[in-house]
T-cell receptor, first 111, second 114 residues
Framework: SQQGEEDPQALSIQEGENATMNCSYK?????LQWYRQNSGRGLVHLIL?????REKHSGRLRVTLDTSKKSSSLLITASRAADTASYFC???????????FGPGTSLSVIP | NAGVTQTPKFQVLKTGQSMTLQCAQD?????MSWYRQDPGMGLRLIHY???????DQGEVPNGYNVSRSTTEDFPLRLLSAAPSQTSVYFC?????????????FGDGTRLSIL
């Protein structure tokens, strides 16, 4: 199994600002995924980046991966109040294994 | 297409009671799993299954049983409920074969044990 750990634990920004959160992991990975959890709801998959990719974009989301530092970052540009949520990362190996999540980053976007 | 359906949405139990949390998916996913999430915390994996007839323990399996008799269903059983099991329980599913596959989550079961 593989697990990522998110940093910071909590982040508060003004609407329109960019939000950056980080994920660190310990072993070699095949891919890394980011999920969002709105209050009281299940997790929703946001984006996946594979180990041979360095950067990936999806709308206002930008994910980077640095395998030499075993870390990833999720950037949300021009944040909105609706981006208020917890964000989790999880990493995967080359074969299928149980999926474990880190403690998450709680993002608050203030209107 | 319903996705992952969890029932019930809310449940209150007394200490020592037993109950089964239901999880069903209609996407023909091989992989299914159960997590618990305590207030202000991340998700902890309880049990998971990579296919019908196959189950395995996660991070916090004690006090919980699972079975996987069909691809669609993955019920979680609390044998003798304890206050420490008060939590929100999430079920998730996905295809296997490639570890980089998105998990689909249900909306959770909120369980309180008095």
């Amino acid at each position: 199994s593989q697990q990522g750990e998110e940093d910071p634990q909590a982040l508060s920004i003004q609407e329109g600002e960019n939000a950056t959160m980080n994920c660190s992991y310990k072993t070699s990975i095949n891919n890394l995924q980011w999920y969002r959890q709105n209050s009281g709801r299940g997790l929703v998959h946001l984006i996946l980046i594979r180990s041979n990719e360095r950067e990936k974009h999806s709308g206002r989301l930008r994910v980077t991966l640095d395998t030499s530092k075993k870390s990833s970052s999720l950037l949300i540009t021009a944040s909105r109040a609706a981006d208020t949520a917890s964000y989790f990362c999880t990493s995967g190996g080359t074969s299928y294994d149980k999926v474990i999540f880190g403690p998450g980053t709680s993002l608050s976007v203030i209107p | 297409n319903a996705g992952v359906t969890q029932t019930p949405k809310f449940q209150v139990l007394k200490t020592g009671q037993s109950m089964t949390l239901q999880c069903a998916q209609d996407m023909n996913h091989e992989y299914m799993s159960w997590y618990r999430q305590d207030p202000g915390m991340g998700l902890r994996l309880i049990h998971y299954s990579v296919g019908a007839g196959i189950t395995d323990q996660g991070e916090v399996p004690n006090g919980y049983n699972v079975s996987r008799s069909t691809t669609e269903d993955f019920p979680l059983r609390l044998l003798s409920a304890a206050p420490s099991q008060t939590s929100v329980y999430f079920c998730a599913s996905s295809f296997t074969g490639d570890s980089g596959i998105a998990q689909h989550f249900g909306d959770g079961t909120r369980l309180s044990i008095l």
